[in-house]
Structure formats: C-alpha cells, structure tokens
C-alpha cells in the first residue's frame, strides 16, 4: 500500500502495490522548477524486510518526491478480535534526493548506482524504528534539500535560450553499427545548430520500433530518470515520431519529446531571410503540425443539423485546425506563384541561352563558400548544418570548352540535403528545389574530411532520384582536401576517377573546376 502525502499531511492519492506501480503520471504532478522538489512524499509499507530496491528509487527519482518511506511489515503477528491475522512493524527507511554537490558528503554506500553504471542522486537511511521515524522533521530535511537544489541550480544555469536536450537513439537490424553512429552524430549537430545543448545521449537496440513509445518501457523510465537527474527540458529522438508516439511519451517522460523533423524545422525557421524562404518554412511547420493536433469524443463534434450532427458546437480545436487548414491553403496559393515566377525567371535565361549549373550537395558541404570563392559572392557561410536556405544566382565565367573564349554562365547556390529529407520539406520547398531540375547541369559537392562521406552521396543522389523532373548530368566535386589524410583521397579517387579535388575555403584547385564545367556544359548543351 501506497500513501501520497503532502506537505500539510493530507493524504492525495492512495495506491495499492509498489511505488514503481502506483506512482503520480508527471501530468499530474504539481509545477515545480528545477531547483524545487514536487511537495509530496510517499509512505509504502513492504512484506519484506529489505531496502527499497531500485524500481521503487527510480519512482521517486521520477516523480522528484521531498522523500520515500518504506516501512516493513511482518506477513504474521497478533489475531485481532472477530479474526484475522495483522503484522507488525519490524522497521522503516527514509530516502530522499541528494543534490550533486552533496555526495562527497556521503559514504559512497549510500548511493545507488544505475543499470548503465551512473550514480544516481539519491540517499537511503539505516534501518529506524518508528519512534526514530516519527521524530525526523520532514519540513526542515526539505527545506534543507531545496536550499541545496536551489544552489546547485544558480552554479549550473545555462543561457535561458538554450534547451538542456536527451538524445534518444534506437539501432534497429536493418541498421549497421557504423549507420547508428552517424545518425547520432549528425542529430546532435542539427541540435547545436538549432541552439541547444547535448547533455547525454541514451541508446536501445531493439528488432523492431514499440509501436507505442518507440523504445521498451523500461528504457522510457531510464530516460525520464536521466532527464529529471540531467535538469533536461526537451528529448530528442532520432527518428520521426508519430502524434500517438509523442503524446505517450510526453505523459511518461514529464517533458516536451521533438523528433528530428521538428528539429529541422526550427533550423529552418531559424535560417529563413528572404520572403521565400520564409513563406516555404512556415507552410512545411502547418503541414507537420495539422495532423499532430489532438482531440476524441465529444471534442471532436461540430455544430450542425440532423441526426448525429447536433453537439456541444465547435470547438477551440476544430476551429484551430479549419484555420491552419486554411492558412495552409493561402500559403499553397502564394508558393505555386513564387513558383510561376521562379519559371518565368529561368525561361527569360534560357531565351538568352545562358546555361546554368546547380550546386548541390549535403548540408554543410561547403557550396556556398564555393560560391563565394568561385564568384566573389557574399553569401553567409558558417560550420554549421542548414547556414543557408534560400538560393543563390551567380554570373560566372568559364572558359569555352572548344573555343578557349570566356563564357559566362549561371551557377545557382540550393538548400542543402539530409538524409531522409522530410517530406513535408520537400513539398514546401518544391519551388526552390525546381533549380535543381531545370539546370543545364549539376555540380555534386561532397565533404571529403566527413567519416560518411559516402553516405552522404547516396542521400543526395536517393533524394535526386525522387524528383519529378530527371537533373541533367552531373559532375563530383569533393571539397576540403586540405583536411583529408592520403588514404581517403586514394579512396576517393579509387571510387571516382571524374571526380575534381578542390578546397573551396583555400582556394585549392579552382582552375581545374572551371575547365571540368565548361565541359560539363559543353556535354549537356550537346545532349538537349
């Protein structure tokens, strides 16, 4: 049995089983800031006459009790008058939390440590009896332990600004090792570039996603237990997560759960200048959100006449979701617009008969620092994922392939790509991404110092794939020679002999790029 008390000693909640089985869902659980505890203890009574074990620490870990009071009973004792055998009590155990700085000054015994090896914050008694119990002063031992908290929590502040993130990463079969590695490197990336702060990272194998919560049950209480020990504010997976997933996991973590998607999202919000670009952001962020709104029952009902129509009326989120539905359709309107005029742009050059190149590439592989070096241009280039969004044209000049004569073309600086682009992305950025297909030719940028460098070219050209115009011929450029060993240049050139070695951030290797172009441009003037 299970007592919830709070700290004016009423009793709030009673359960019947383990801490771990009747403990308080976060949603439930009342607000409180990272240097408070929830208000509340537990008082359980045992039919063994042992310690609390770990599942019942974790539960009051989770739930961020002032204290968890076991007390042991004996299963047999004295028989009550009208029958009936009641045990007595042999004796109890006080925990609580400990703050960090607090555990130099506590034997190392009294620590419990995880499954994954990390010790956890909190402190158990030695066996009390109960008047030893019932003289403890749970106010002041709170008291006390939020003074600490609080302490701790003005020495570790961060930026305001910056959200205290959990990676979570689940390695399914299809999966090699290597894969797994990549996808949370590049997720902790696209979390510093959208300004938060990694603080630990949580890995599952599993054969397959938990249709529910995507990780098993007990891995769900490993990560509420390591963000609420962590001071996280926000849990990233490394996967796209369904409506359904995130409302789950939400109510057993405590905390705000984002998949990559809406991380990508919010770089790109972050990202977007121009008009455009700004338009396309904002129509990918309705159409991620309008199936993500939630509501059932008697929610779900609008006003209207006849059998089965007549309800309570509509609804907030009925009338939330016609307006996004709505917004949607405006923001449709304006991006096929932006795209006539994008179309009208590039027929005006076709009648000129200038040819035109598209830079593509993965995120971060350096295209419009090329851009800059190739064409004097000012275009803000950063190390990181996304620095740019929204396309760039330049006049470049090449020398003709047959004549050796100058000859000035195009070269149009695109979005980067990612693995597993989201698809609402690429819906929303259809009017840039027809750069791509209706340029003369493309020239394929690749990072050569990234460990998956190869895996990156088989995104792009998946992605390249899925178009609904087929590009025109393309030609490979790795970049960053400079910070590459001999062995992966050899590799490189090994994989591919047309390739060009440049590096755009030391000027190393341009002259061979603009002969190799007008090549290229030669090559695809001939096959039209």
């Not at 359980?44 to 989770?62: F, G, I, S, V």
């Not at 952001?281 to 309705?286: G, K, M, P």
Request: charged share 20%.
């Amino acid at each position: 049995m299970c007592a919830y008390v709070n700290r004016r000693g009423q009793v709030i909640r009673v359960g019947v089983g383990t801490p771990r089985q009747t403990q308080i869902p976060p949603m439930e659980l009342p607000r409180y800031g990272a240097e408070r505890l929830s208000g509340i203890r537990c008082i359980a009574t045992h039919l063994k006459t042992e310690p609390p074990n770990e599942a019942a620490l974790t539960a009051m870990a989770m739930q961020r009790l002032d204290a968890l009071v076991v007390i042991n009973i004996t299963g047999t004792g004295f028989t009550r008058r009208g029958g009936g055998a009641t045990g007595y009590v042999k004796e109890a155990y006080l925990a609580h939390l400990v703050p960090q700085d607090a555990r130099a000054l506590i034997p190392s015994a009294a620590i419990a440590p995880l499954n994954n090896g990390q010790s956890t914050s909190w402190t158990i008694s030695p066996p009390l009896d109960l008047d030893d119990l019932g003289h403890q002063d749970f106010i002041d031992l709170v008291e006390g332990l939020e003074a600490e908290f609080r302490r701790e929590f003005i020495a570790e502040e961060v930026d305001a600004d910056h959200d205290r993130v959990l990676i979570v990463g689940v390695m399914t079969d299809n999966m090699s090792l290597q894969q797994f590695h990549d996808t949370l490197a590049e997720l902790a990336r696209l979390v510093d570039t959208a300004g938060g702060d990694v603080l630990q990272t949580v890995q599952q194998k599993r054969s397959r996603i938990h249709p529910q919560t995507v990780i098993g049950e007990g891995k769900v209480q490993e990560v509420a237990l390591t963000a609420q020990t962590l001071g996280c504010n926000l849990v990233v997976f490394d996967r796209d997560l369904s409506p359904s997933q995130i409302r789950n996991l939400e109510a057993q973590i405590g905390i705000r759960v984002v998949d990559r998607t809406e991380v990508i999202l919010d770089i790109f919000a972050q990202r977007a200048q121009s008009r455009a670009g700004k338009l396309q952001v904002e129509l990918a962020q309705l159409e991620y959100m309008l199936p993500r709104l939630t509501g059932r029952g008697q929610a779900m009902s609008r006003l209207g006449g006849g059998i089965g129509t007549r309800g309570p009326g509509e609804t907030k989120l009925e009338t939330e979701r016609r307006a996004i539905q709505k917004r949607i359709s405006r923001l449709q309107q304006e991006v096929d617009q932006l795209q006539a005029h994008r179309s009208r742009l590039r027929q005006r050059r076709q009648h000129r008969e200038v040819p035109s190149v598209a830079l593509v590439g993965y995120t971060n592989a350096g295209k419009s620092t090329l851009l800059n070096a190739l064409t004097n241009a000012e275009v803000y280039t950063a190390d990181q994922l996304f620095a740019t969004l929204d396309p760039t044209t330049r006049r470049l000049v090449i020398p003709h392939a047959e004549t050796g004569e100058p000859q000035g073309i195009l070269i149009t600086d695109t979005v980067g790509f990612i693995h597993e682009l989201p698809a609402s992305l690429m819906d929303a950025f259809r009017a840039t991404l027809e750069e791509v297909t209706e340029a003369d030719a493309l020239l394929h940028l690749v990072d050569l110092s990234h460990p998956a460098w190869l895996s990156h070219i088989r995104a792009v050209r998946e992605i390249l794939a899925q178009m609904p115009v087929t590009p025109g011929p393309a030609l490979v450029a790795f970049n960053k020679i400079d910070q590459v060993d001999s062995t992966t240049l050899a590799l490189a050139q090994e994989e591919f002999p047309l390739a060009v070695f440049i590096s755009a951030s030391q000027r190393l290797g341009l002259e061979t790029l603009r002969l190799r172009l007008s090549l290229l441009i030669q090559y695809a003037v001939d096959s039209q």
